[in-house]
């Protein structure tokens, strides 16, 4: 798979995500290998599983953390168009989506949305679905935890190359953020990064700035945005 080839080549084993959710108390490392093998995942359930195609869009509606990334970034593998909407954002407002990968909490939100299927993501930090954590699957709803896993960890279709479709003008820097909102602040923090052959510690739920700084500290962080 191409997308991530410039990583693979260089250095597949050193932390290119890292994500700290503060409400639960977990951190994360992803590898290119690692983030690579979760792309080819979601790129093949993707067409697989949901029968997608080039051109297709799925709308995500998840709070920050490595799956909603993975998503994004199997999404970007397949072709499919990604749109980010928390219903507080016009981020392709008013547009057909094919998919839409969201919580149990929110799923009733996107009820209006005809024809859409409706993937069901946890926050288990460990990827786990709704029912491998006890929660009740929604009738006609897809479990993405269990379901994802199926699909094997080669892409076999033709991808970008990450290198010629993001253009960035950072240098390989070690970021730290709290999190996007939208499609601009994704690429920004997470596909830009990669992009320039660097890496980003995503820090997601609520922390003051000693703890970001505490952060930055022990990742070796070398940007801050």
Same mark, same amino acid.
């Given at each position: ?16 995500? &890292? ?12 590898? %290119? ?40 970034? /199997? ?6 168009? +990604? ?8 981020? /392709?407002? /008013? ?6 990968? +969201? ?7 996107? %009820? ?5 299927? !409706? ?11 709704? +029912?491998?954590? /006890? ?45 996007? &909102?939208?499609? %601009?602040?994704?690429? #920004? ?34 940007? #801050? !945005?």
């Amino acid at each position: 798979m191409e997308l991530l080839a410039h990583l693979m080549s260089t250095d597949p084993s050193s932390p290119r995500l &890292t994500v700290y959710d503060e409400s639960q108390g977990s951190r994360l490392d992803f590898s %290119a290998q690692t983030l690579d093998n979760w792309t080819a995942k979601v790129g093949n359930m993707l067409l697989d599983e949901l029968d997608l195609e080039e051109g297709s869009a799925i709308l995500l509606a998840l709070p920050v953390g490595w799956q909603a990334a993975a998503i994004a970034l /199997g999404a970007l593998a397949a072709g499919v168009e +990604t749109r980010f909407d928390d219903r507080a954002s016009t981020d /392709g407002d /008013g547009e057909e989506v094919d998919v839409v990968f +969201t919580s149990v909490e929110r799923a009733a939100e996107f %009820a209006d949305l005809d024809g859409a299927d !409706l993937v069901l993501v946890t926050d288990d930090p460990f990827g786990r679905g709704v +029912t491998e954590t /006890g929660g009740e699957l929604p009738a006609g709803a897809i479990d993405f935890g269990p379901t994802v896993r199926f699909y094997g960890d080669q892409f076999p279709h033709p991808t970008p190359a990450l290198t010629e479709i993001v253009a960035t003008d950072l240098g390989p820097e070690r970021l730290l953020t709290t999190g996007w &909102t939208d499609r %601009a602040g994704f690429s #920004r923090q997470v596909l830009e990064p990669l992009a320039a052959g660097g890496s980003t510690v995503i820090v997601a739920g609520l922390v003051d700035s000693a703890r970001l700084d505490e952060i930055a500290s022990a990742e070796k962080v070398t940007k #801050r !945005l």
